[in-house]
């Protein structure tokens, strides 16, 4: 028996499709798919996409990722970002570039990276005064891209270069939403936008790559995230030779800056809002922060007795996971849930959407860590990082990051809301809370 047509979701405009939809109201109008079918049809800008609602279904397109491959128009200008890396290579390119970058992320080497986070943020956080209300995406923005610079480059960068490199990335990151979604002709007009993200992804290249040239010229360097990448050889090479070349490793540094900034940046301002609006949940993590660290720096040795500080962060994730909504494009004919999909079709899954479905989590808006107390997350409705042989290669890198994190701003600062307008999430790669301004008062 046939399938039914796959339905499509009502309101698209001409040129834009649902484009301002997702601009204007992301999570509702993301929430609100599944009540269309398992699988529905909507329209970035121009381009048609099929979306899919199911999480079996989402997990059958995660595992056959030849057939559902990081290509199209939508990963092609999300280059402009992560380059040629891990996050948006083809599939043809993808196993050959996790094999050569697994080694800097095994877990024997988190405990080399995690003192790089909890320098950055104990420099941010000791910049504050009791009683001042801070921008908290601004905050933390500062905050993990620092961490993600020493984590890579332990050598001291210039200051300048350092800079530069901080506010090409901030353009980046706040430009390549508005830049995936729009029109190609509207991206190509000479605006002052498109003429700043144009400059700012050239440049951020070019910093990168002269970085990697210097050090490639004086392997004196200090242990890093760079200095691992250098030195990869490919396991299956009898001759054992370094083998990713200048261009590959910035392309892979790009991808990690995304990964290791705005990402954590969002789920740890995410988590300050929850908490600022839940004392008694706030009052518990302070609890073990206090007990665990007794006023010292958390290490890697501490995330063991971190539990509530892993629950908040991972309840956050599952309310607002970073990279909400992702796209693949079909490499052949195949089929999905009934339906047969020609090659070149768009194809979109939505970690948020799983993660907010009644079925699958009671009462999906509350914010209630002890859920995962006596729950472990499942790796169908569960995927802040993805699944299958595109999941996150930094996912404990940034959980680590993350929990250390929030576990030092526990134990330092009582975050408080403020009177204003209500914090909204920001349509941008990741779900970045909008207009979030708390109140820090020292411990």
């Not at 790089?116 to 910049?127: C, P, S, V, Y």
């Not at 993805?386 to 999941?391: F, L, T």
């Amino acid at each position: 028996m046939k399938a039914p047509a796959i339905p499509t979701v009502p309101g698209a405009l001409p040129v834009l499709g649902h484009a301002l939809q997702l601009l204007c109201d992301p999570l509702g109008f993301v929430r609100g798919l599944p009540r269309h079918g398992e699988l529905v049809r909507v329209r970035l800008g121009t381009h048609p996409v099929v979306v899919v609602c199911d999480p079996e279904l989402t997990r059958r397109l995660l595992l056959d990722d030849r057939s559902f491959d990081k290509v199209g128009p939508i990963y092609q200008r999300s280059q402009d970002v992560v380059g040629d890396g891990l996050a948006g290579c083809p599939h043809s390119r993808h196993r050959r570039q996790r094999r050569l970058c697994q080694p800097s992320f095994h877990p024997h080497r988190i405990p080399e990276y995690a003192p790089h986070f909890t320098a950055a943020a104990e420099h941010r956080i000791g910049t504050w005064q009791d009683g001042q209300l801070i921008d908290v995406s601004r905050e933390l923005m500062t905050m993990t891209m620092r961490s993600s610079v020493s984590a890579m480059f332990a050598a001291e960068l210039p200051s300048q270069v350092e800079q530069l490199l901080l506010t090409d990335l901030t353009t980046l990151l706040n430009g390549s939403f508005r830049q995936i979604v729009s029109p190609a002709l509207l991206n190509q007009l000479p605006t002052r936008a498109n003429q700043r993200y144009q400059l700012a992804t050239e440049r951020f290249g070019r910093t990168l790559r002269e970085i990697i040239g210097h050090r490639r010229t004086d392997r004196t360097g200090p242990a890093d995230l760079l200095s691992s990448l250098l030195g990869t050889v490919d396991p299956e090479d009898p001759h054992g030779q370094a083998v990713l070349t200048d261009h590959e490793i910035s392309d892979q540094l790009r991808t990690f800056f995304v990964a290791g900034t705005e990402t954590t940046a969002a789920t740890l301002g995410w988590a300050l809002h929850l908490l600022s609006r839940h004392p008694r949940v706030q009052s518990a993590l302070q609890a073990e922060a206090d007990a665990v660290l007794a006023g010292s720096l958390p290490t890697a040795a501490d995330l063991p007795a971190l539990r509530t500080t892993a629950n908040v962060i991972t309840e956050t994730l599952r309310l607002y996971p970073p990279a909400w909504m992702l796209t693949r494009e079909t490499t052949q004919p195949v089929e999905l849930g009934g339906h047969a999909f020609p090659t070149a079709t768009q194809v979109a899954w939505s970690p948020y959407l799983l993660h907010h479905r009644p079925d699958f989590y009671p009462e999906p808006e509350r914010f209630d860590p002890e859920r995962w107390s006596e729950r472990k997350p499942d790796r169908t409705t569960f995927l802040p990082f993805g699944s299958g042989p595109r999941k996150c290669i930094g996912d404990q890198f940034a959980l680590t990051q993350a929990t250390l994190a929030l576990a030092m701003l526990a134990a330092r600062w009582q975050f408080t809301p403020v009177a204003g307008p209500p914090v909204k999430p920001v349509a941008k790669s990741t779900l970045t809370p909008r207009g979030l301004r708390l109140r820090v008062t020292r411990r």
